[in-house]
């Protein structure tokens, strides 16, 4: 059963947009006061502030997830204005070579790609999501029912992937954001055993194909689709799994 969110306390990185701001958005319709993790902080104030236009309750963090001394920051002034965090969703992600050099082509073909590409991805969607996780675990310890949700991806199965008559065999191989997510959903099975005798869950999910900036808008879903399986994993009632893969339709293979 999932619990009501009312004056719950949620964190979502990379809120700003897509999927994350989609799921910022419902969470505050059930009730939540949603922290909008943003790295630019006007991006992440017009998300807030369109919540806020909604009815919901809704402020800005400044929080780029590579970034240490900010992380820290973000989670002091967490602990000064609330005291704890009782949902955290690693949302912020990263899929494309552009994003650390325009003028690079996009290219994750494992026997071609930069190291440098598969460094960028990882430090945002694997060490961001451990740095963000590990600054924000003494407010969820506060919290009486602490939920972690982190967004992965189909392309992180190694069942799926690895199937060549599956429907993801089509997917370009890829040196970085696939083995991102995969290590992303061993890390997640990782903080459950370690964090399950203290009662917070932790879990993984894949959205599916979402239309947004991360695949140039080809995805099929809308963000509010997309994020509507992040946000049922945020708010498990204490009998929720923890340790798990999760899509919309239900438990994904690993
Ligand atoms: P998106 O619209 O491009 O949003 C990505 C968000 O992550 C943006 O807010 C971006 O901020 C933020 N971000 C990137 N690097 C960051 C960093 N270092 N620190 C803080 N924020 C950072 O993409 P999306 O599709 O909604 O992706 C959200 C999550 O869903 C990602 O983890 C992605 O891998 C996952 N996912 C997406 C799909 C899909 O089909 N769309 C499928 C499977 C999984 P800026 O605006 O500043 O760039």
Do not use: C
Not at 146 to 158: E, I, K, M, T
Not at 177 to 205: C, F, H, M, Q
């Amino acid at each position: 059963m999932n619990t009501t969110t009312n004056q719950q306390i949620a964190l979502v990185t990379g809120a700003n947009k897509g999927i994350g701001r989609a799921a910022a958005g419902q969470l505050a319709e059930l009730g939540a006061t949603v922290l909008i993790g943003a790295r630019n902080a006007e991006r992440g104030e017009e998300a807030a502030a369109a919540v806020r236009a909604s009815g919901g309750v809704a402020h800005a963090v400044a929080l780029d997830v590579t970034d240490p001394a900010g992380i820290r920051a973000a989670a002091q002034q967490t602990e000064e204005r609330f005291g704890r965090l009782d949902i955290l969703i690693n949302n912020a992600g990263m899929t494309s070579y552009q994003q650390v050099d325009p003028d690079k082509a996009v290219d994750q073909i494992p026997s071609t790609v930069d190291l440098d590409m598969v460094r960028a991805v990882f430090e945002t969607n694997v060490f961001g999501v451990i740095a963000v996780t590990n600054a924000f675990l003494p407010l969820l310890r506060r919290s009486a029912a602490p939920r972690v949700v982190n967004v992965s991806s189909h392309a992180g199965s190694l069942t799926l992937i690895g199937d060549p008559d599956g429907p993801f065999a089509a997917l370009l191989p890829s040196a970085a954001y696939s083995p991102s997510k995969t290590a992303l959903n061993a890390l997640t099975v990782n903080y459950a055993n370690e964090l399950r005798k203290d009662g917070i869950l932790v879990n993984a999910v894949a959205p599916g194909y979402v239309d947004t900036d991360s695949n140039n808008h080809t995805g099929f879903l809308t963000p509010a689709q997309g994020a509507a399986v992040l946000v049922r994993l945020a708010t498990l009632g204490a009998d929720g799994p923890t340790g798990g893969f999760f899509t919309a339709d239900g438990p994904a293979p690993w």
